[in-house]
């Protein structure tokens, strides 16, 4: 069993947040074309071949140069040399028409999470970060464009193909290039109008391609108790199983590409019902429902996560209102352990400390839906903002998050809130907060009971209508 904890560090330290873009017109002439061919021989891999043009960039970097030493540069007269990376870069001469290079999906040790990112899987079925394996332009311009081909295995990349199967991409579709999933087999959920895309990249003792895709669909559904809508129309998951471990989801990540990429790390002797208690997969779904900050705010984004995590099962029947405040406090209790006697400005200052990141966001979200509802006499939610928020934009920043809430507000809320937050010792008056709302934590666990603001509490996980219902 992987505890959650460990699963939180991971998706801190990895860095699950990139750039989320707009979408913009694709079939200008392509200035780029990457051809990648899967062989298996002598061992699973990827051959890339990168056509140049006159007007292609000249210099190109990999991001994590792990498992490429050389590239090969074929000229127009048809000679070739290997051209030796220097931190991950390299530069091409005039006259370069071709770059190649292989990218072996194979990683040279036993497990770790490095390979989530940088390949796993087997037989021929596999798992990489497309930033992990291509070699990109170190500079890349607004109007960059770029044809994209895969053949030898059936892909799941974040994009669509034409009919004849070419990819048209941006060049910040090579920099924000998600997760890529090769060969296994497919199956698709549907949440009102969106579509999820799954890979299942691996073979499961237990489970039916049906259940896992039947387990995605039901936190996409839950997301809905938070959006109106599915926050995309399409998105891509691929799924990951494990060797030797029964949990139902170990790991997940969402990456920004355009659209957005989630991959999950799934014990391959789990079953269908263990998927009733998981968590994962709705949690990594609800950071959809949130813009991207610029520049980062982990504490921020990782705590609405988490908070809606408990809020929207219990919105959706899956546990418990009584469940839902249970794992609520005990994970309060797990950030007040780490974070001790520190500020919440000093806890969220040291993203290193992620118990005490997640779960100070997670109270701070939970203030601030509580704060809205009430100064609002319960006609306005944290969920509001969050619809705002999807009005103006894939990105926003701290600044903007709070503009949305005092917008919902009607009244200045934000600053004054996270002021005060920010200036006193971490979940100092989560005592305080939990006695109005009337959560009672006993030796026996929670109790729910009447208080000045359990109206408050019962609306928070008593959840709402849904457009995508059903």
């Given at each position: 069993?992987?505890?959650?904890?460990?699963?939180?560090?991971?998706?801190?330290?990895?860095?699950?947040?990139?750039?989320?873009?707009?979408?913009?017109?694709?079939?200008?002439?392509?200035?780029?074309?990457?051809?990648?061919?899967?062989?298996?021989?002598?061992?699973p891999g990827l051959d890339v071949e990168i056509v140049l043009l006159p007007s292609s960039p000249r210099d190109f970097l990999f991001r994590e140069p792990e498992r490429v030493d050389s590239v090969w540069a074929w000229h127009e007269d048809g000679s070739a040399r290997s051209l030796r990376l220097q931190d991950g870069a390299v530069h091409v001469s005039s006259g370069t028409r071709f770059l190649r290079y292989r990218y072996p999906l194979a990683s040279s040790s036993k497990?770790?999470?490095?390979?989530?990112?940088?390949?796993?899987?087997?037989?021929?079925?596999?798992?990489?970060?497309?930033?992990?394996?291509?070699?990109?332009?170190?500079?890349?311009?607004?109007?960059?464009?770029?044809?994209?081909?895969?053949?030898?295995?059936?892909?799941?990349?974040?994009?669509?193909?034409?009919?004849?199967?070419?990819?048209?991409?941006?060049?910040?579709?090579?920099?924000?290039?998600?997760?890529?999933?090769?060969?296994?087999?497919?199956?698709?959920?549907?949440?009102?109008?969106?579509?999820?895309?799954?890979?299942?990249?691996?073979?499961?003792?237990?489970?039916?391609?049906?259940?896992?895709?039947?387990?995605?669909?039901?936190?996409?559904?839950?997301?809905?108790?938070?959006?109106?809508?599915?926050?995309?129309?399409?998105?891509?998951?691929?799924?990951?199983?494990?060797?030797?471990?029964?949990?139902?989801?170990?790991?997940?990540?969402?990456?920004?590409?355009?659209?957005?990429?989630?991959?999950?790390?799934?014990?391959?002797?789990?079953?269908?019902?263990?998927?009733?208690?998981?968590?994962?997969?709705?949690?990594?779904?609800?950071?959809?429902?949130?813009?991207?900050?610029?520049?980062?705010?982990?504490?921020?984004?990782?705590?609405?996560?988490?908070?809606?995590?408990?809020?929207?099962?219990?919105?959706?029947?899956?546990?418990?209102?009584?469940?839902?405040?249970?794992?609520?406090?005990?994970?309060?209790?797990?950030?007040?352990?780490?974070?001790?006697?520190?500020?919440?400005a000093e806890v969220v200052a040291q993203e290193r400390n992620w118990l005490g990141v997640y779960w100070t966001g997670a109270l701070f979200a939970l203030h601030l839906d509580v704060e809205l509802r009430r100064v609002t006499h319960g006609?306005?939610?944290?969920?509001?903002?969050?619809?705002?928020?999807?009005?103006?934009?894939?990105?926003?920043?701290?600044?903007?998050?709070?503009?949305?809430?005092?917008?919902?507000?009607?009244?200045?809320?934000?600053?004054?809130?996270?002021?005060?937050?920010?200036?006193?010792?971490?979940?100092?008056?989560?005592?305080?907060?939990?006695?109005?709302?009337?959560?009672?934590?006993?030796?026996?666990?929670?109790?729910?009971?009447?208080?000045?603001?359990?109206?408050?509490?019962?609306?928070?996980?008593?959840?709402?209508?849904?457009?995508?219902?059903?």
């Amino acid at each position: 069993m992987v505890p959650r904890a460990v699963l939180l560090f991971l998706a801190l330290t990895l860095g699950a947040c990139a750039t989320a873009r707009p979408s913009l017109p694709r079939r200008e002439p392509a200035a780029l074309r990457y051809n990648v061919a899967y062989s298996r021989e002598p061992a699973p891999g990827l051959d890339v071949e990168i056509v140049l043009l006159p007007s292609s960039p000249r210099d190109f970097l990999f991001r994590e140069p792990e498992r490429v030493d050389s590239v090969w540069a074929w000229h127009e007269d048809g000679s070739a040399r290997s051209l030796r990376l220097q931190d991950g870069a390299v530069h091409v001469s005039s006259g370069t028409r071709f770059l190649r290079y292989r990218y072996p999906l194979a990683s040279s040790s036993k497990g770790g999470h490095r390979s989530f990112f940088s390949g796993m899987g087997e037989g021929d079925a596999w798992h990489v970060a497309g930033k992990a394996y291509l070699l990109r332009p170190r500079s890349v311009t607004p109007d960059l464009r770029v044809e994209f081909t895969v053949s030898g295995t059936d892909p799941l990349l974040p994009w669509l193909a034409d009919d004849a199967g070419v990819y048209h991409l941006r060049g910040e579709d090579l920099v924000d290039s998600g997760f890529h999933g090769f060969g296994g087999r497919r199956c698709e959920a549907r949440v009102g109008a969106s579509v999820l895309d799954v890979a299942l990249l691996g073979h499961f003792t237990h489970l039916k391609d049906a259940d896992v895709c039947a387990w995605l669909a039901q936190a996409a559904r839950e997301v809905g108790t938070v959006r109106k809508t599915f926050p995309h129309p399409r998105i891509t998951v691929r799924v990951v199983p494990v060797p030797g471990e029964a949990e139902p989801a170990l790991f997940g990540m969402v990456q920004w590409s355009s659209p957005p990429s989630i991959s999950i790390l799934v014990g391959q002797d789990t079953t269908a019902a263990s998927f009733t208690g998981d968590w994962v997969a709705l949690h990594e779904m609800l950071h959809l429902t949130h813009p991207t900050l610029m520049p980062r705010v982990a504490w921020l984004t990782e705590g609405l996560a988490t908070y809606y995590t408990e809020v929207a099962r219990a919105r959706s029947g899956r546990q418990t209102a009584q469940s839902a405040w249970q794992e609520l406090t005990e994970g309060f209790a797990r950030g007040r352990s780490a974070a001790g006697s520190r500020t919440m400005a000093e806890v969220v200052a040291q993203e290193r400390n992620w118990l005490g990141v997640y779960w100070t966001g997670a109270l701070f979200a939970l203030h601030l839906d509580v704060e809205l509802r009430r100064v609002t006499h319960g006609q306005r939610r944290l969920d509001d903002v969050l619809e705002l928020l999807a009005t103006r934009g894939p990105t926003s920043s701290l600044a903007g998050f709070g503009a949305a809430v005092d917008a919902v507000a009607g009244q200045p809320l934000f600053d004054a809130l996270l002021a005060h937050q920010l200036s006193v010792p971490a979940f100092s008056d989560l005592d305080s907060l939990l006695n109005r709302l009337g959560v009672q934590i006993d030796p026996g666990g929670v109790k729910l009971q009447a208080a000045p603001e359990s109206a408050l509490r019962e609306a928070v996980d008593g959840g709402r209508p849904s457009e995508d219902a059903g």
